[in-house]
């Protein structure tokens, strides 16, 4: 008996150790790569092979491999999969000009995404947003600030979303030589940037030379110099082609010219707009429109459709060799990501689910929400607000008290958030602090405390909660007195305005006065709330306005109503302190505008219209109301010296700027050196680009010098002989400052020879 014992106890231990080894060539992390990918491939059916090349991938249970979802979130924080870390939306963390901030985001969302993956594998769990592939960033060019969903991009310049989007990719993959933390996704490729109720539909075509200078170079960046793992095609057709099919962009650019190696995933119901009436209607049925987006290289279909392609195969649409191609990529992503080892080998497999939302987690959301606040006026220098001179705050406005704005779109759900009147009652704890909502959003109309995503007409679903707007008999001209006159018992004002995700972003059911499905109709602040400033500055009280927004408010008819103005965006979970830190002076703010505040609507071109002329700061001939770049302080930066390393240079090299900066003011602040670029003799190229930029820091009375490389890509423009982008020889401007200002720039000459 004892000897039988003996003998099942050794049984057991060798099968404990068989369980360890892999149990397919494919489930061996030490075998190369390109044969674990055809291990697997050669092990798998038709069926088996199409089941897999949509977001919800289907399992092959007979090989041991589960469900995987494709589709997951992370653009400013993981979204969508409960508990989590919100930082900043995307447009307010490219405020902070700041790339190496921003990659230390990204390793904390990154870390959060992998325990929260961690525990789902534990669990057994593999639904959507759950996976370790993410949509995150969106690096479309925010070109007209009517778009509803600019919110999520960088802005509008190319550079800085290249910079901003490079950090992402690197913070999401992580740096490991062997496996990727997670995959990043450069979306909307390309040339999308609304109306969104066209945007299934829409035919968008530009000038090459546009294309080239605007619209793709950050796409390049992700692709050749971040190596980011996935591309989403996006909704639109570009020259006549659905994006998600098109030769041009998917194979002459991205996979030939770029040498693309990773997958191309479609956006959500992309496949369907190839044949959906009043959509594209560029094919006749599913299977003709799958196959040719499969063949042309969109790998994973976020939909159903590419169920079809069993059929397509029947049809002669399409082979099983090319969907061979297809699906060598998408094994490849599982097993880059470690996936299909048969013992999770990665760096992050004991990643404790502990981490997502902890302490640490929250104070870098402070730290970057702090960072993204943008000073634009300041007289007499009403600010910072020194709390123990201040006795008694008026704060009104309908995103005082409104945590939901605070968390932008595509969020997850954090702790804990902090309003903007929690942020002001705690900085200033000795202060009596009395709020009102004062006025809506926009007449009539009231978001939902915590609104539900999008798709949802808010506003109606606020008249069900039983949740009232301000009746319009408040907003008489009595009734304004009234209010600005219990405002004025105050030593100061805070009015919290603006607009919020509530009325802008992807494809709203909300139709009110000045937004539909989503995009605005005009750029002005809502009237309602011009009404309630004007009536607050007579009171002659300071009247500090923070704006709180995910695109550009044209403000021209206010600028007189507040002493002032920070932009705030949608500050994420501790957004509200961060405007506190700012208002009191515990903060400096450090913020620059990534995209022109315009004067008016009547300085856009037309929504339509996707030509760079006249848009932006880049091409735009007419005086903004703030430029990109601008930002004030709490303090003053001189620059002086500034030189390059050589006034000629050849073609094909790079020049180095240098430039003294010195705090000249009383209070310590970070400042954003801007370096721009102007091929001369040339009236197509931009007026000015982005070329440089770096973040100090200056104690008062400080001097650093700051050195800026040019490489010789900085002076790149498009060339229609060779229909690509080249360094020409010729006279160049190159200007260091502050902004893109003219009268915040130095200018310096530069010939290419």
Not at 229 to 254: F, H, K
Not at 503 to 522: H, M, N, S, W, Y
Not at 594 to 613: E, G, I, N, R
């Amino acid at each position: 008996m004892k000897r039988f014992l003996l003998l099942l106890a050794a049984l057991f231990v060798f099968a404990g150790i068989n369980a360890q080894e892999p149990k397919f060539p494919f489930n061996d992390p030490d075998i190369p790569v390109d044969q674990r990918v055809e291990d697997l491939l050669n092990r798998l059916t038709l069926e088996e092979k199409v089941g897999m090349m949509m977001n919800g991938s289907t399992g092959v249970e007979r090989l041991g491999i589960p469900d995987y979802n494709w589709w997951n979130e992370a653009l400013h924080g993981v979204a969508r999969a409960g508990v989590a870390t919100v930082f900043p939306q995307a447009i307010g963390m490219a405020a902070t000009f700041d790339p190496e901030e921003h990659l230390r985001t990204f390793t904390v969302i990154s870390d959060e995404a992998r325990a929260k993956y961690n525990k789902a594998v534990s669990e057994g769990q593999h639904k959507q947003y759950y996976g370790l592939s993410f949509w995150t960033p969106n690096i479309n060019i925010f070109r007209d600030p009517r778009w509803g969903r600019g919110q999520e991009t960088y802005g509008e310049d190319p550079y800085l979303t290249s910079l901003m989007g490079k950090a992402a990719v690197f913070g999401l993959q992580g740096d490991d030589d062997t496996y990727f933390k997670s995959h990043a996704c450069a979306k909307h490729y390309a040339v999308h940037s609304g109306p969104e109720s066209l945007r299934h539909s829409f035919d968008v075509t530009v000038s090459s030379r546009d294309l080239w200078e605007t619209y793709l170079p950050a796409f390049e960046a992700l692709v050749t110099e971040a190596n980011v793992q996935e591309v989403m095609g996006a909704y639109n057709r570009y020259a006549g082609e659905p994006c998600c099919s098109s030769d041009l962009l998917l194979m002459n650019i991205l996979r030939k010219r770029w040498n693309f190696q990773g997958m191309v995933v479609s956006d959500c119901g992309a496949i369907t707009d190839f044949f959906a009436p009043n959509a594209h209607e560029t094919h006749k049925d599913a299977a003709s429109a799958s196959a040719d987006a499969a063949k042309t290289g969109t790998d994973v279909e976020c939909g159903s459709n590419y169920a079809t392609l069993i059929e397509a195969v029947e049809k002669g649409y399409i082979t099983e060799d090319e969907i061979d191609v297809n699906m060598r990529r998408i094994i490849k992503g599982w097993i880059d990501l470690g996936i299909l080892d048969y013992k999770d080998s990665t760096p992050w497999a004991n990643l404790p689910y502990s981490i997502v939302a902890s302490e640490a987690h929250a104070q870098q959301a402070l730290t970057v929400a702090r960072k993204s606040m943008v000073l634009l006026k300041n007289d007499n220098n009403v600010l910072p607000l020194k709390p123990e001179k201040i006795k008694k705050i008026a704060v009104l406005g309908p995103n005082a008290a409104d945590s939901t704005m605070m968390l932008g779109n595509y969020n997850g759900d954090p702790t804990h958030v902090v309003t903007i009147l929690d942020g002001i009652k705690a900085a200033f704890p000795d202060a009596e602090v009395t709020y009102e909502r004062g006025c809506d959003l926009v007449e009539g109309f009231i978001s939902v405390p915590k609104a539900p995503r999008t798709g949802m007409d808010m506003a109606e679903l606020a008249r069900q909660m039983g949740l009232k707007a301000i009746p319009s008999e408040n907003y008489t001209d009595e009734a304004l007195k009234a209010l600005a006159d219990r405002a004025a018992q105050a030593d100061v004002i805070v009015f919290a305005g603006g607009i919020s995700p509530a009325v802008e972003g992807e494809e709203l059911k909300t139709t009110v006065d000045g937004f539909a499905g989503g995009d605005r109709q005009r750029i002005e602040l809502p009237e309602v709330q011009s009404k309630v400033l004007k009536a607050l500055h007579k009171t002659g009280k300071p009247v500090v306005f923070v704006l709180c927004t995910g695109s550009a408010i044209a403000l021209e008819q206010n600028e007189k109503d507040y002493d002032a103005l920070v932009c705030a965006w949608y500050g994420g979970q501790e957004g509200g302190r961060a405007v506190a830190d700012v208002l009191s002076g515990k903060y400096n703010p450090s913020g620059r505008l990534p995209l022109t505040f315009y004067k008016s609507t009547d300085q856009l071109p037309d929504f339509l219209d996707y030509s760079m002329d006249g848009r932006t700061y880049r091409y735009m001939t007419e005086s903004p109301l703030y430029d990109f770049g601008y930002g004030l302080s709490y303090t003053t930066f001189e620059y002086e010296g500034a030189k390059l390393s050589s006034k000629k240079i050849r073609n094909g090299k790079s020049v180095t700027l240098k430039v003294k900066v010195t705090n000249t003011g009383k209070y310590a602040g970070n400042e954003s050196v801007q370096v721009y670029v102007k091929r001369l003799n040339d009236d197509k190229a931009p007026v000015k680009a982005l070329k440089g930029l770096k973040m100090i820091h200056l104690n008062p009375g400080e001097t650093k010098t700051v050195s800026i490389e040019l490489p010789a890509s900085s002076f790149e423009y498009y060339d229609g002989y060779s229909d690509d982008l080249i360094v020409k020889s010729g006279n160049y401007k190159v200007m260091v400052g502050s902004s893109s200002r003219d009268e915040d720039l130095t200018p310096l000459n530069l010939t290419i020879k």
